[in-house]
């Protein structure tokens, strides 16, 4: 670099506090804020951000400089709920000790061997379908994949009992978390909320109680539990708690969401009706990805090498205290990444696809050492899901408006119910 770096602050952007502009259209708020340059500081409610589209600068924050980033202000309520759970953790040295013993048996090879059991799961669910008469898909969907994320971690104490428990809490936590987004309020709880808490502690502390000292089972919950003892874990049964309660929410919604707009855009496209499962998979959660924005905190300052056109200044100051936010679906639909961005077209994907594809620009489990420890699992389930969905029926969507996702919400859910109908093959 040959000159000193240009905070962010001066760098081009709207005057102004912008969080009414990009809470009316946050998507169009996003893609349109690109004619200012590929960092662009903007005031959101008083909190300073620096939304980024560069793909070094994102690498920068994401892969190679984690002392600098911290919790962002999204995840605070998150992490009244996950508490020391990985997504919420940003206590580097304890989550390097957590992750190495999540990630272990959710490798690319290991989570093969959760396999046949996953498939029975989606099987049972799918013979539960009704054909005929229009049904919501998104219910159906969010049973299977409940049942396939409890299972990886209580496997034979999940029962029906169970399962209610752990919906119950799922969506009291999600609409609690996305009741306030400025975290006005943080320690109103409504009743609901505690009771659903309190229920789902009470069935975890009861699982890890009744598995026996020195056989604590294969499953999730039993690895970590087994891990308690070990001097370098760092985990105690609080923290066994917080990583399940992780496992549930990061593992449930994100599939749910991928596996319903994947339906709804094979539907709406017969055409492609036969393309390869995972293809599939990958161009839902490029239209669609589960994770649709990333907000980081900077708590320390960093200068990013960014190409802003002008050779002599390329160092970018993000100063601590600031935010930066990676709209990840603006870059999935940029043309200059996707060919024909809009369109759903899942042999894009294929190796000798003439299509233009910057894979460097597609990153739906997000980049560097705190990428989605579900990856594996996540893309095993979504095309087995697809694949024996296909198998078993034939579908329309009944809504011939096209579904978009929720763009406050935890997750990019669907922003409507999803009406199908389906026959049996
Ligand atoms: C298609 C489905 C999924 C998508 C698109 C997805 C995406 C992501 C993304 C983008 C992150 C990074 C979040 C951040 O740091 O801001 C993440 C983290 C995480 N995901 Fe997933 N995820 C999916 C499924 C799953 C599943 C099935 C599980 C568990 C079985 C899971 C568990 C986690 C956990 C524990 C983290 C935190 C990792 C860490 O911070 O070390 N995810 N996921």
């Keep these: ?118 498939c029975q799961i989606i099987d049972s669910e799918l013979s539960r379908w009704p054909t005929g008469e229009p049904v919501e898909l998104h219910d159906l969907v969010k049973r299977l994949t409940l049942r396939v994320v409890a299972d990886l971690l209580f496997s034979d104490d ?60 294969g499953d999730m919950a039993g690895l970590l539990l087994a891990a308690v003892d070990e001097p370098d874990a760092r985990l105690d049964r609080r923290g066994v708690r917080d990583e399940a309660v992780t496992l549930i929410l990061a593992g449930h919604e994100t599939v749910t969401n991928t596996i319903c707009f994947a339906i709804d855009l094979l539907g709406r496209h017969p055409q492609h009706a036969g393309a390869a499962a995972r293809f599939v998979v990958d161009e839902t959660l490029r239209l669609y990805p589960p994770v649709h924005v990333t907000n ?49 077209l899942p042999q894009r994907w294929a190796d000798d696809s003439p299509l233009h594809l910057e894979r460097r620009a597609y990153f739906p489990f997000l980049t560097g050492p705190k990428f989605c420890v579900g990856r594996h699992f996540a893309l095993l389930e979504a095309t087995e899901a697809i694949e024996r969905f296909r198998a078993r029926f034939r579908h329309e969507m009944t809504d011939p408006t096209p579904p978009w996702g929720r763009e406050f919400a935890v997750s990019f859910a669907p922003d409507r119910p999803m009406g199908i109908r389906l026959w049996e093959r």
């Design 1 to 118: 670099m040959n000159t000193a770096p240009v905070s962010v602050a001066q760098l081009a952007g709207p005057a102004g506090d912008q969080f009414e502009q990009y809470a009316a259209a946050p998507f169009e708020y996003l893609r349109d804020l690109r004619s200012h340059g590929s960092i662009v500081p903007i005031d959101l409610g008083g909190v300073r951000t620096a939304v980024v589209f560069d793909l070094g600068v994102i690498a920068a924050v994401f892969v190679d400089r984690l002392e600098h980033v911290g919790r962002p202000l999204v995840f605070e309520r998150l992490a009244h709920v996950m508490g020391t759970g990985l997504i919420t953790n940003y206590d580097w040295d304890l989550w390097l000790a957590r992750r190495k013993r999540i990630a272990r048996p959710l490798g690319a090879r290991t989570v093969r061997r959760l396999h046949t059991r996953m």
């Design 158 to 217: 999940l029962t029906e009992e169970a399962m209610e428990v752990i919906a119950t809490a799922v969506s009291e936590i999600h609409a609690w978390a996305e009741s306030d987004p400025a975290n006005a309020d943080i320690d109103a709880r409504p009743a609901s909320f505690n009771a659903a808490m309190a229920a789902l502690d009470g069935y975890i502390g009861g699982v890890l109680d009744a598995r026996p000292p020195g056989n604590p089972g």
């Design 296 to 344: 980081r905190a900077i708590i320390k300052d960093l200068v990013v090498d960014c190409d802003r056109g002008t050779p002599e200044a390329r160092g970018v100051l993000l100063p601590a205290g600031w935010e930066v936010l990676v709209p990840e679906y603006v870059i999935y639909r940029d043309a200059k990444c996707f060919e024909r961005p809009g369109e759903f």
